[in-house]
């Protein structure tokens, strides 16, 4: 373990102004409250905190980040308080304490809500402080350095599985490369220990094959840029981490033998000058590879990372990558944040990068419904290469690679985004699903009445549209199926001869556990309640007689309110549907157990979660719903609307298994106006196929034309609609 004095000289070593009294009452605190405790490994529990702060000397934190890595499990594993961190070190260590503390104590329902609502509180803290990161990511990188002392295998894998997909991403944001591919490596290291072991066993065989090669290629590239006036450049090479050969193997679909580019050749030069000259040097002494070159010093990486990455034909006739930067930007890309923290009060300095996805991360904590879902957009936001993007002013706009112009219009500002109608890419009007490319110029068009389209989510990438777009369909849905729910309590107050209020809700909000009458409406509307349910608590000594079947017939259901058009989703037309009696705007699909058509009689049936299924009055599926009559809806066709829309109707048929059959089918169905849009056989003996067939027509008196076409064909035994199936 690191001993106190030797602690505190490394600070010092790299920040003489450090507050000595504060480590050294940080270690004394940590030590004793952490007592007898002992970890997996055996070793005392005190020296985890100890070398948190350790690696975090190696990145020159200030001393209050190195008292918070001494302290950051005091409040989880002690009986110490946050209170009295605060009182003993200050309301800036105990804010960071604060801000890495997990919710250890919170009862959520699952490893994955925990998991989710641990992440959303450091997001919350290090949008505050980034200093809450970097002490949580010295803390997780000690964590995966001894992750091989638990016993239980499925906690190993689900904490490495958790490293790789949340904290290596972040380390990578922020800048911090080396945690990045540390991280990375522990964890591929418990989830696929085969195959890492394998790259690195021939890792180790290119190395030992290559090293002359390798050193043959520095000493030329020095000798080069001696030769044209940067004497002082240093020259290094660098092998790619067993994980990233890993992504690139999987990525490319190619063997190891095939991989070109393991090692890459840095050069560091004095200032941004010199790393144009060295490319200039470089690029006139050995051919360029073409789409190789990316300039990161004009357009930086969203985590401040600035270098020049080209890749040419170098000596040996082989392909050599080539990273040239300063020194400064090398600290940058090494360090990240922390090679831009000051020891000045503990600011960060004027040059310290934006980080704007911290500010995105917080606006999808903003409108994710659950921590769940905001740990799966967040995932999204943090696991992706990028692509560069211009407003029409000129202004960067850094995106996941295979993003689209609504992930840029929320990129903007999500207002933008809201409201977007079109986009001209490159002075183009181009579809809302085309991919951008790097250096796309992106305009978009908007319209104050425009609302976030629900086809939108199916091409999105960014975790903030998605969470935005969400968000706006879950509140949609939420006043469709209040308004249904406030027509069914309407209709249950009715039927059983009171008159409807409100203030009849109120009294009973505390036993649906509601916040208000609207929660109350929306469970009825999605089905989790039933209007029944609702009155008889109400009114616990009414008791209605129960209903005949006679008086359950659809023709005493009266409906419910005006005749609107809503949307068909289940096939994902955009057209409005011809439908009488459902409120504007409700959430509804048709069932696909009979397929009603234009012209059927209907009914609609109140479904938990889904809205209103449309079924045919004689769909044998209704029996099930008998005994709760207040899910049951009167609707119709609206005879009035534009019939020129296609509906799907399924058919079984039989078809005398011979040649030609099916063309003959095919053609008799073409000649009436209608489609095939699916076909299934579901039986085949040596006399005849059995198949069903969904057919795009007008209506049911349309189908029914082809119907009687397909009775008169010879090859047809037996044609009907498909009941049930």
């Given at each position: 373990?690191?001993?106190?004095?030797?602690?505190?000289?490394?600070?010092?070593?790299?920040?003489?102004?450090?507050?000595?009294?504060?480590?050294?009452?940080?270690?004394?605190?940590?030590?004793?409250?952490?007592?007898?405790?002992?970890?997996?490994?055996?070793?005392?529990?005190?020296?985890?905190?100890?070398?948190?702060?350790?690696?975090?000397?190696?990145?020159?934190?200030?001393?209050?980040?190195?008292?918070?890595?001494?302290?950051?499990?005091?409040?989880?594993?002690?009986?110490?308080?946050?209170?009295?961190?605060?009182?003993?070190?200050?309301?800036?260590?105990?804010?960071?304490?604060?801000?890495?503390?997990?919710?250890?104590?919170?009862?959520?329902?699952?490893?994955?809500?925990?998991?989710?609502?641990?992440?959303?509180?450091?997001?919350?803290?290090?949008?505050?402080?980034?200093?809450?990161?970097?002490?949580?990511?010295?803390?997780?990188?000690?964590?995966?350095?001894?992750?091989?002392?638990?016993?239980?295998?499925?906690?190993?894998?689900?904490?490495?599985?958790?490293?790789?997909?949340?904290?290596?991403?972040?380390?990578?944001?922020?800048?911090?490369?080396?945690?990045?591919?540390?991280?990375?490596?522990?964890?591929?290291?418990?989830?696929?220990?085969?195959?890492?072991?394998?790259?690195?066993?021939?890792?180790?065989?290119?190395?030992?094959?290559?090293?002359?090669?390798?050193?043959?290629?520095?000493?030329?590239?020095?000798?080069?840029?001696?030769?044209?006036?940067?004497?002082?450049?240093?020259?290094?090479?660098?092998?790619?981490?067993?994980?990233?050969?890993?992504?690139?193997?999987?990525?490319?679909?190619?063997?190891?033998?095939?991989?070109?580019?393991?090692?890459?050749?840095?050069?560091?030069?004095?200032?941004?000058?010199?790393?144009?000259?060295?490319?200039?040097?470089?690029?006139?002494?050995?051919?360029?590879?073409?789409?190789?070159?990316?300039?990161?010093?004009?357009?930086?990486?969203?985590?401040?990372?600035?270098?020049?990455?080209?890749?040419?034909?170098?000596?040996?006739?082989?392909?050599?990558?080539?990273?040239?930067?300063?020194?400064?930007?090398?600290?940058?890309?090494?360090?990240?944040?922390?090679?831009?923290?000051?020891?000045?009060?503990?600011?960060?300095?004027?040059?310290?990068p934006d980080y704007r996805w911290?500010?995105?991360?917080?606006?999808?904590?903003?409108?994710?419904?659950?921590?769940?879902?905001?740990?799966?957009?967040?995932?999204?936001?943090?696991?992706?290469?990028?692509?560069?993007?211009?407003?029409?002013?000129?202004?960067?706009?850094?995106?996941?690679?295979?993003?689209?112009?609504?992930?840029?219009?929320?990129?903007?500002?999500?207002?933008?985004?809201?409201?977007?109608?079109?986009?001209?890419?490159?002075?183009?009007?181009?579809?809302?699903?085309?991919?951008?490319?790097?250096?796309?110029?992106?305009?978009?068009?908007?319209?104050?009445?425009?609302?976030?389209?629900?086809?939108?989510?199916?091409?999105?990438?960014?975790?903030?549209?998605?969470?935005?777009?969400?968000?706006?369909?879950?509140?949609?849905?939420?006043?469709?199926?209040?308004?249904?729910g406030r027509a069914m309590m309407?209709?249950?107050?009715?039927?059983?001869?009171?008159?409807?209020?409100?203030?009849?809700?109120?009294?009973?909000?505390?036993?649906?556990?509601?916040?208000?009458?609207?929660?109350?409406?929306?469970?009825?509307?999605?089905?989790?309640?039933?209007?029944?349910?609702?009155?008889?608590?109400?009114?616990?000594?009414?008791?209605?007689?129960?209903?005949?079947?006679?008086?359950?017939?659809?023709?005493?259901?009266?409906?419910?309110?005006?005749?609107?058009?809503?949307?068909?989703?289940?096939?994902?037309?955009?057209?409005?549907?011809?439908?009488?009696?459902?409120?504007?705007?409700?959430?509804?699909?048709?069932?696909?157990?009979?397929?009603?058509?234009?012209?059927?009689?209907?009914?609609?049936?109140?479904?938990?979660?889904?809205?209103?299924?449309?079924?045919?009055?004689?769909?044998?599926?209704?029996?099930?719903?008998?005994?709760?009559?207040?899910?049951?809806?009167?609707?119709?066709?609206?005879?009035?609307?534009?019939?020129?829309?296609?509906?799907?109707?399924?058919?079984?048929?039989?078809?005398?298994?011979?040649?030609?059959?099916?063309?003959?089918?095919?053609?008799?169905?073409?000649?009436?106006?209608?489609?095939?849009?699916?076909?299934k056989i579901t039986n085949r003996?040596?006399?005849?196929?059995?198949?069903?067939?969904?057919?795009?027509?007008?209506?049911?008196?349309?189908?029914?034309?082809?119907?009687?076409?397909?009775?008169?064909?010879?090859?047809?035994?037996?044609?009907?609609?498909?009941?049930?199936?």
């Amino acid at each position: 373990m690191i001993r106190q004095y030797e602690l505190v000289e490394r600070v010092r070593a790299y920040d003489p102004r450090a507050d000595e009294d504060l480590l050294n009452r940080a270690y004394v605190f940590s030590l004793k409250a952490h007592g007898t405790q002992v970890r997996a490994s055996g070793d005392p529990y005190f020296s985890h905190p100890l070398e948190v702060a350790g690696i975090l000397t190696q990145m020159k934190l200030d001393a209050a980040s190195i008292a918070t890595g001494l302290l950051h499990d005091t409040v989880e594993d002690t009986v110490a308080t946050l209170s009295e961190i605060e009182r003993l070190f200050g309301p800036e260590i105990a804010k960071l304490v604060d801000g890495v503390t997990k919710l250890s104590r919170i009862e959520l329902q699952n490893t994955q809500a925990q998991q989710a609502e641990n992440f959303r509180k450091l997001v919350l803290a290090m949008s505050e402080d980034i200093r809450v990161l970097l002490v949580k990511l010295a803390d997780r990188l000690h964590n995966m350095r001894t992750l091989h002392f638990l016993n239980n295998i499925d906690k190993r894998r689900r904490i490495a599985r958790e490293t790789l997909e949340i904290y290596a991403p972040l380390a990578e944001r922020i800048g911090v490369e080396r945690w990045k591919d540390e991280l990375q490596d522990l964890a591929f290291q418990e989830l696929n220990p085969d195959a890492r072991d394998s790259i690195l066993a021939q890792l180790a065989r290119r190395r030992r094959e290559g090293e002359d090669r390798t050193r043959r290629v520095i000493e030329e590239l020095r000798q080069k840029l001696a030769e044209n006036q940067l004497p002082d450049a240093s020259v290094t090479g660098r092998e790619k981490s067993s994980y990233s050969v890993w992504l690139k193997l999987q990525r490319k679909n190619v063997t190891f033998e095939q991989l070109s580019d393991i090692m890459a050749f840095r050069i560091i030069v004095e200032s941004t000058e010199q790393c144009y000259q060295a490319l200039g040097i470089i690029h006139s002494s050995y051919p360029v590879v073409p789409g190789r070159f990316k300039d990161y010093i004009s357009t930086p990486k969203s985590n401040g990372y600035r270098s020049v990455h080209t890749t040419v034909i170098g000596p040996d006739r082989e392909r050599i990558e080539v990273q040239i930067r300063s020194q400064a930007m090398h600290d940058v890309a090494e360090c990240g944040v922390a090679a831009h923290w000051g020891y000045k009060q503990g600011q960060p300095r004027a040059d310290t990068p934006d980080y704007r996805w911290l500010r995105e991360l917080l606006d999808i904590l903003e409108h994710a419904q659950k921590p769940e879902e905001f740990l799966e957009h967040t995932k999204l936001e943090l696991f992706q290469d990028q692509v560069f993007c211009f407003t029409p002013k000129g202004d960067l706009i850094s995106l996941p690679r295979g993003a689209t112009p609504i992930d840029f219009a929320y990129a903007v500002h999500s207002e933008v985004g809201d409201t977007c109608v079109g986009a001209k890419i490159n002075g183009r009007m181009l579809p809302l699903r085309t991919q951008l490319q790097n250096g796309d110029q992106v305009e978009i068009i908007t319209a104050k009445s425009q609302t976030p389209n629900p086809d939108w989510e199916r091409f999105v990438i960014t975790g903030k549209a998605k969470a935005r777009i969400r968000r706006f369909l879950r509140l949609k849905q939420r006043e469709q199926f209040a308004s249904l729910g406030r027509a069914m309590m309407q209709k249950q107050f009715r039927q059983e001869g009171y008159e409807f209020t409100e203030k009849a809700l109120e009294g009973v909000l505390k036993t649906f556990k509601a916040q208000s009458t609207e929660d109350i409406y929306a469970s009825l509307g999605a089905g989790h309640l039933s209007s029944r349910e609702v009155f008889n608590t109400i009114f616990p000594e009414h008791r209605a007689p129960v209903p005949d079947r006679d008086s359950r017939e659809l023709r005493d259901i009266k409906p419910t309110s005006a005749p609107t058009k809503t949307k068909e989703r289940s096939r994902g037309y955009d057209h409005a549907l011809p439908i009488r009696g459902l409120i504007p705007g409700m959430a509804m699909h048709f069932a696909r157990c009979c397929h009603p058509l234009p012209g059927d009689r209907i009914v609609g049936i109140v479904t938990t979660g889904k809205g209103v299924t449309i079924h045919t009055i004689d769909c044998e599926t209704l029996d099930s719903f008998h005994d709760v009559p207040e899910r049951w809806i009167d609707v119709s066709w609206d005879t009035d609307a534009d019939q020129g829309d296609m509906h799907v109707g399924r058919v079984t048929v039989f078809v005398a298994n011979q040649p030609g059959s099916l063309g003959s089918l095919s053609t008799v169905i073409g000649k009436n106006g209608g489609n095939i849009s699916n076909l299934k056989i579901t039986n085949r003996n040596r006399d005849f196929f059995e198949m069903l067939i969904d057919i795009e027509v007008r209506d049911s008196k349309h189908l029914n034309n082809i119907l009687a076409a397909l009775r008169a064909t010879p090859v047809i035994n037996a044609v009907d609609r498909a009941r049930g199936r």
